[in-house]
């Protein structure tokens, strides 16, 4: 993208160069309630890779989203053009305000750095609060066995503990997504006991009084019975629970946000099916077992791979997430691929967290999207169940 304004060369320049502290943009250029009022960015390290933080103040309400560092600068400048009169931008280089007037062009200020001599930390994990702190007992925390009823968080349960708070920072990643000005529908596949489906109505809807609906879905009815029963002792009036299955699941026409924690093999497409037909804003899933591609895959040049059962198994896995990830980004999703847990409490950590961007990007990038699927797909000699059930939806090859 050209760059043609001082101020935006030096956005990415100190984006680059990681000599960005902290930006500061506000005063709208126009009243737009989907466009938060101020915005701060800031950098922070997420497993050992720098990423961009925005947090967003709407109204009352705060949420935040990581933005890989490659992507940062674009975003920073196209928020500025469009939507933001002023912006204080610090960094080792300088202190930089701009000013915008209503025909869009930019006054600068600059002053010395007032950064310190020595860098800030960014290690996220030793600043953020957890969603859900330890020592404010949360009902649905009590109830389900996690915490005492003075807050204290069960020793043996910390893991699971640990893996709800990670759950709900990825679900705060995403809610600028989320329409605010109407009751949003959620929808759990494959619920099961519900431990992170209460998380997730415990933020929406009890901390953030959102209006909200939720419905856990799951084969099991001696477990949608227990959920219910819970879901009714707590006062969740909005969550409910019912025994299905995912693929003939036909009772709602719109869906904001799909979640579908662990299904197998193919269930979990069956869900991004359902969430690609609902024109779901966000989808998050972590895929369990994935057998359909380790008995497909066929390829001569890597045969040092497929011939040791162990490494093929895990290598279909991988690929099978990535032909979904592809697959969603053709159908306008920008997709991100995320360790959800630990790897030593499961290996079944990985999950997709997709948001839906259609309109952002153009027919030529999805074109080229689609192109590198096929040529993933044939070199692989596979035919992917999700690329025969979305069908249609797809460019035709």
């Known amino acids: 993208m050209d760059r043609t304004e001082q101020w935006q060369l030096d956005i990415e320049e100190w984006v680059r160069t990681r000599q960005l502290r902290q930006a500061t943009f506000s005063q709208l250029r126009r009243k737009d309630g989907d466009v938060p009022a101020k915005t701060i960015i800031r950098p922070i390290e997420l497993r050992g890779e720098l990423y961009y933080q925005f947090q967003y103040f709407i109204g009352n309400k705060v949420t935040h989203e990581n933005v890989p560092q490659a992507d940062a600068a674009d975003r920073m400048i196209a928020w500025l053009e469009q939507h933001y009169r002023q912006a204080l931008i610090k960094s080792n280089a300088a202190d930089v305000q701009l000013l915008f007037s209503k025909k869009g062009k930019a006054t600068v200020l600059t002053k010395p750095s007032t950064a310190k001599a020595e860098p800030e930390s960014l290690d996220h994990n030793r600043q953020k609060q957890r969603v859900v702190q330890e020592g404010e007992a949360a009902p649905f925390l009590v109830e389900l066995g996690i915490m005492t009823k003075d807050g204290k968080v069960v020793a043996k349960k910390q893991d699971k503990f640990r893996q ?38 415990h933020l929406l809807a009890v901390k953030q009084q959102r209006r909200i609906s ?23 009036d909005r969550l409910r629970f019912q025994v299905g299955d995912i693929a003939q699941y036909k ?20 869900a991004l099916v359902k969430a690609v037909e609902w024109g779901a804003s966000v989808i998050l899933s972590v895929p369990c077992c994935q057998h359909e591609l380790f008995r497909q895959i066929e390829n001569e040049a890597m045969a040092p791979l497929l011939t040791h059962g162990l490494l093929k198994e895990r290598f279909s896995a991988l690929a099978t997430d990535a032909i979904r990830s592809q697959l969603l980004e053709v159908l306008g999703y920008r997709t991100q691929l995320l360790e959800f847990i630990d790897p030593e409490h499961t290996p079944k950590n990985m999950l997709i967290r997709a948001v839906r961007t259609a309109g952002s990007a153009g027919s030529a990038d999805k074109a080229r999207k689609w192109q590198e699927y096929v040529t993933f797909r044939d070199m692989l000699n596979v035919s992917p169940y999700l690329e025969r059930a979305l069908g249609s939806r797809l460019p035709e090859q």
């Not at 227990?226 to 006062?235: D, R, S």
């Not at 009772?251 to 069956?270: G, I, P």
């Open 251 to 270: 009772e709602q026409s719109e869906v904001d946000m799909v979640v579908t924690l662990h299904a197998c093999d193919t269930a979990t497409d069956a």
């Open 164 to 201: 709800i708070n990670r759950f709900l920072e990825m679900v705060s990643d995403v809610l600028p997504y989320l329409p605010e000005d109407r009751e949003i529908t959620i929808v759990d596949f494959g619920c099961g006991k519900s431990y992170l489906t209460f998380a997730l109505y």
């Open 214 to 236: 939720v419905v856990g879905l799951d084969l099991k009815a001696d477990v949608i019975a227990f959920c219910q029963e819970l879901a009714n002792k707590l006062g969740y």
